[in-house]
């Protein structure tokens, strides 16, 4: 498109003084993470006068943010898998068999969008102290799961019908059972489907706090997140720690995202543009 | 031979028929999870709303009475409204702010300029932080003594503008929506690049021919394609605000801190539901009808609101 030079000047001003605004608390957040905090209070946007580890030293005797850690990797890895399997059984089922009720079955899931799940906090907590799941992480794993059913079936769902029926018809003939169909031919073929499922589950599950806010007491049951808010709670006048605890609890994602930035805003948008 | 041919026919049916019984098998756990964690809590959630609780123990069935307790009776009539007005401001700025500026950004990016591709992971980056920490964060940013902003501010010489951001009730809900737009940006942006990127582009050549440009390409040829993704991002942020928790939580407490100037629905819900409402004692009949009222609100607008687009874009 041709543009006069100041309209183009124009555009990259603002483009980019919205980049900045962006990311510079989070730059910021890195930076005063390596700083001590009485450096933090006199010298808040300088860079670190050294490289300064003893913050995340105190952090992690602070607080058992190994054991968060390790929490958060369980719970996400966990409900992100049995999300794959539970979704692409009930997927296929829904794109590939044509009974009457097919697609009461796919409005019923789609249903589940609309629903906020918050709301129903109270008979969920019920439910999970009736089954002996408060301060259990499949609680957590078990509401991952069920929430990021619906728009997996979505996704998935509408990648199926864009598939071919031949190579499934093919294998059918050669006697190959409907689970083997599923795992061996259309599976395989289903790839880019599958890592968008995976992306959009595993930040909700990485990044969610309302759940183990009201689920988990037991310290040593926490996730990142709500370990923050003991972190917070208990040492928040310690701002080095407090940065260090932040930049520890985004880091994963932050680097995941390098290493795969498109897949990751193609993988979100893909969800809401559907 | 005959006969064997038969009985392999028969053998083959047989086996067909116990695939096609298995198959069903497929959708079942999906359903189980789905239906115990979803939508069980849902109906349950509607059905505690008619009785009378006493912490979690279930009493009498009282019909009505909490719905009419929840807009009749104070304290909580008084809060549900406080509440309400907040998530509707919250509604309204995020549309303004967060879509209106993620929109001209997302137009921008569309003009080809160059380092597009770093300009959006620098615009999404937020997005990919917990909530907690995205409220954490800037509340150490927004500290009145030693946050980043006020220093920042004082160094441009805008002294005057230096602000307790949270602590004062005229700033603080504005604050928090403000924090929740920086969060939410990059997503619309992307949203809105799509929508544009799906715009034919023999349609917007046809139209620079014929002598549209700058704005009236924006607001004739290209203003009525983007409505789908418009009707996404609107439909998106009306159930973002009105569910509107973590963020508040994280800065302000489950009190809507300072005097309940930053409260939303979610954090009264939440009051009323797990303590600190009235005292330290829990309200499930009253937690309960202000979720079923607040999900009937949601769903009701949502529906009518894609409804109403769809007719639009008919007519279009």
Known sequence: MK?????????????????????????????????????????????????????YEKLLDQVPFMTYFYNSVFVSVVSVLLILITTSLAAFYIARYTYWWNNILFFVFLMGMMIPIKLGIVPLFILMKGLGLTNSLWSLILMYTAQGIPLSILILTGFFRTMPMELEEAARMDGASDLRILWNVVLPLMRPALGTVMIINFIQSWNDFFFPLIFITNEMKKTIPVGMLSLFGEYSADWGALFAGLTLSSLPMLILFFIASKQFMEGLTAGAVK | MQTMIQTETVKQKKRKKQKRWGIHLFPIPALFIYGLFIVYP????ITYSFYDWKGIQKQAFVGLENYKNLFTLEPFSGMFWNAFGHNVLYFVVQMVVQNGLAFFLAFIIFQKIRG?????????????????????????????????????????????????????????????????????????????????????????????????????????????????SIMIMTVLTFIQSFEA?????????????????????????????????????TAIGLGSALAVVLFLFICVFTALFLNYMKKKEVEM
């Open chain 2, 42 to 45: 849902l109906v349950a959630a």
């Open chain 1, 3 to 55: 543009q006069s030079i100041w309209m183009k000047s124009f555009y990259y001003i603002v483009a980019f003084l919205f980049a900045s605004i962006s990311l510079y608390p989070i730059i910021l957040m890195i930076v005063s993470s390596f700083k001590p905090t009485i450096e933090i209070f006199t010298n808040p946007l300088s860079l670190p006068k050294s490289f300064h580890f003893q913050t």
């Open chain 2, 116 to 228: 597009a591709e770093l300009l959006k992971m620098a615009y999404f980056l937020p997005r990919l932080l917990s909530v907690i920490v995205v409220g954490f964060l800037w509340k150490l940013i927004l500290n009145p003594n030693f946050g980043a902003l006020n220093v920042i501010l004082s160094k441009l010489g805008l002294e005057s503008w230096k602000k307790a951001w949270l602590g004062d009730p005229d700033t603080a809900l504005m604050t928090i929506i403000l924090v929740n737009c920086w969060f939410g940006l990059g997503f619309a942006i992307l949203i809105f690049l799509a929508g544009f990127q799906s715009i034919p582009k023999e349609l917007i050549e046809a139209a620079r021919l014929d002598g549209a440009k700058g704005l009236t390409m924006l607001r004739r040829i290209m203003m009525p394609l983007m409505m789908p």
């Open chain 2, 245 to 281: 928790f973590e963020l508040v939580y994280a800065m302000q407490g489950s009190q809507g801190e300072p005097y309940r100037s930053t409260d939303t629905l979610a954090v009264y819900f939440y009051r009323l539901a797990f303590g600190g409402a009235t005292g330290d004692s």
